[in-house]
């Protein structure tokens, strides 16, 4: 997971452009929605959701999953349809910097705002309904709900369980991602397991399968590696291995077979079939401290920074590791990038967007760039983490890029290679993330 510092502190507003369509829009959306009755035909009443919960939700059957992005703005929240780009409405005004999470449940993101992982609902899911299921759309909204925090972190969504992080404490609070949805209908949180670590760091824990429970170790002067914990409830879990041979431990990943992989500045760990690996870089500081992570490959895609001094470095070089050989592959790309370039593909490719404008596809095991697809212009990465810049985010077969400085954000198809739909946003977007529907 891609992963920096949490800021909790508001920034200036600034005026954002009305939108304008960048180019023509295909005639989908949420108008070509099949809007039918709850309930299929021969359905029983009681399957079908009651006209009290259907007039308070204002909600639409549609006739298949409706995916939608969510992204950030100086001042708020907006939402698009992910097949049309068209924004859906809902919008929600939110002061200072805020980051976007997916709960984990294909409904609902996690805004990390400071003092609270705060729910919102991005209006877009599917009911399974015996042998079929149902899909439905709504309006977009910030729920009230909200689970509370000190310097709201990390969130990590793996084997339907969900943990967040809270920095200022280190509480680790994991919940079912799949309850989410039934408990945000009913007005409640889903019931969560709470594990606080020995002492408050910028952290990040994951749940396994299992139910054990990785987590971060370090304190207010620095973070030295992970721990995990057996299978159990809150301080009850007991330790099982642990490894501080991690120096400034920063982001998560999973590979293929589950194993779990957090960043070091001088190289990476791996967790995997109850033992701890330790991977080195080549260079005495040879930081990995984001990572992109795929249930179809063995290798995690990472980042490679070498000079600790540098207020801003801009590598060219990026890392493959492999958790099955727990060997290390670098490969110099040609182009710098940022902590938001890195994603993985359906069939576990490795994905980079480059300043260049260009996204690289790279195959994970050899490292072999096998295209370039050109996607925005030129650009620089600001120094200050929290400007807009270039975001990827991948969502099936699509990746979506964010372009600020034209407003636009565009569609890749990455089975063809090409960019298929670039629309022109509302606001300048920040933050990008999504939900299935």
Known sequence: MIHHPTLTSPRPTTRTRRRRSAQPL????????????????GASPAEAPTESHAAASKEKEAGAPSPRLVYTYDGGIAV????????VGGEAELDGFNRLNPAGDGRHVLVSTGDAFRVFD???WTEPHGDH???????????????????????VRHADKTALFSDGSGKVETFESSALSDAVESGKLPATDVYTTAEAHHGVAVELEDGKLLVTLGNDEGRTGIVVLEAGKGQDRKELVRNEDCPGVHGEAVAAGEAVVVGCENGMLIYKDGA???VASPDAYGRMGNQAGSEKSPVILGDYKVDK????????RISLVNTETATLRLVDIGTSYSFRSLGRGPAGEALVLGTDGGLRVI???SGEVTSTIPVVAAWEESATWQDPRPTLFVQG???????????????VDLKTGKVKKSVQLEHVPNELTGVEG
Not at 80 to 87: C, F, I, Q, R, S
Not at 309 to 314: G, T
Not at 397 to 411: D, K, L
């Open 122 to 124: 991005a209006g877009a």
């Open 309 to 316: 001094a540098a207020e801003l470095e801009r590598p060219t």
């Open 363 to 365: 195959d994970p095991l």
């Open 397 to 411: 077969s699509t990746a979506f890029v964010t372009e600020p400085a034209t407003q636009t954000i565009h569609a």
């Open 276 to 278: 701890i690996t330790k």
């Open 80 to 87: 698009v349809d992910a097949k049309t780009l068209e924004p």
């Open 133 to 155: 299921s149902h899909h439905y759309v709504a309006e977009p909204k910030l729920t009230d709900l909200s689970f509370e925090a000190s310097k709201a972190g990390h969130v």
């Open 26 to 41: 295909a005639a989908v959306g949420l108008s070509a929605l099949l809007l039918t009755s709850c309930a299929a035909p």
